[in-house]
């Protein structure tokens, strides 16, 4: 008998947690009188990551919550950013903050990251809140890694037992996916750039994660019938890391581009943010 592949809907998926979080927000704002508010900091003019800052807080809108856009130009320093975070941290109106990546070249990236306090760190972005989330201790996920892990929970995929492969070791997607699924007791293989033997590692994966950012670059043919494709790549004219197309048929699972991985990331940071807001009024509470 045929297996019918699972389309891995994110688009839906992110529909439909959307609108229990407008009940959440709805919720905070009669409760505290306050609406939430994410910060959004978009430093130069990259024209993607203008329109993801954009997509991000248009979601933000449509649950209910305020996006506080925080534009800086091309040449702001480090100091400045780290200045500009700091006065974020303080602002008891914000429950989270996003530092859209890639910043420009002369920035320390990773301390501009790390300045974000761990309460707001939304996106998952921190030294501490990744090592806290290795540990199994609470923390705010890496936003596109965590959306994968929800994805694949709400189609009640076994991941225990399972070899996962992940192509990619960046900080914000193959490192922190690669814990996550460890943490979900899969058994799993790291691939960068100086792997030797990547269609042979892949050929071998129940779990295969595309998080390489080159159109396309991990073939069919290295995929094994049954495995698990999870596409976090996104390229001009809608095609991942993964030639999706031509495997899907013979997959246990897939993600498509676009509607995949992409909606997901969004609908995760924005429900961290939520989470961020409501842990504020606990905290409140308890300080009453
Ligand atoms: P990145 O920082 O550029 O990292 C790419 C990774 O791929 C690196 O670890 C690199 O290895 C590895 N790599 C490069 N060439 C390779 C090769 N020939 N063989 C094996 N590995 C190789 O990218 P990223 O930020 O993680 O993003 C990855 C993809 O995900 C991109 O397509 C991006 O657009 C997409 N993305 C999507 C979302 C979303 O919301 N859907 C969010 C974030 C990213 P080294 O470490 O050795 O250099």
Known sequence: MKIIPILLDGKALAKELEASLKLRVARIIKQTGKTPVLATILVGNDPSSEVYVKMK????ERVGMTSLRVNLPEETTTAKLL?????????????????????????????????ISIEKDVDGVTCH??????????????????GIISLLKHYKLNIAGKHAVIVGR????????AMMLLNE????????????????????????????????????GWIKDNAIVIDAGYHKGGIGD????????????????????????????????VESAEKKITMNQRDL
Not at 261 to 273: A, D, E
């Open 185 to 220: 007791q899969a058994t799993v293989t790291i691939c960068h750039s100086r792997t030797t033997n990547l269609p042979e590692l892949i050929n071998q994966a129940d779990i295969v994660v595309g998080a390489v950012g080159r159109p396309e670059f991990i073939k069919a």
């Open 170 to 177: 960046s900080p914000i997607l193959g490192k922190p996916i």
């Open 83 to 115: 200045e500009t975070i700091g006065i974020l941290n303080h602002d008891d109106t914000i429950c989270g903050i996003l530092l859209q990546h890639p910043v420009p070249k002369q920035i320390d990236e990773r301390r501009c990251f790390d300045q």
């Open 129 to 146: 809140g990744f090592g806290r989330m290795v540990m199994g201790e609470t923390a705010y996920g890496s936003a596109t890694p965590a």
């Open 242 to 273: 993964i030639e999706v197309d031509k495997v899907k048929e013979r997959v246990m699972a897939y993600t498509p581009v676009p509607g995949g991985v992409g909606p997901m990331t969004i609908v995760t940071l924005i429900r961290q943010t």
């Open 57 to 60: 807080g248009n979601a933000c």
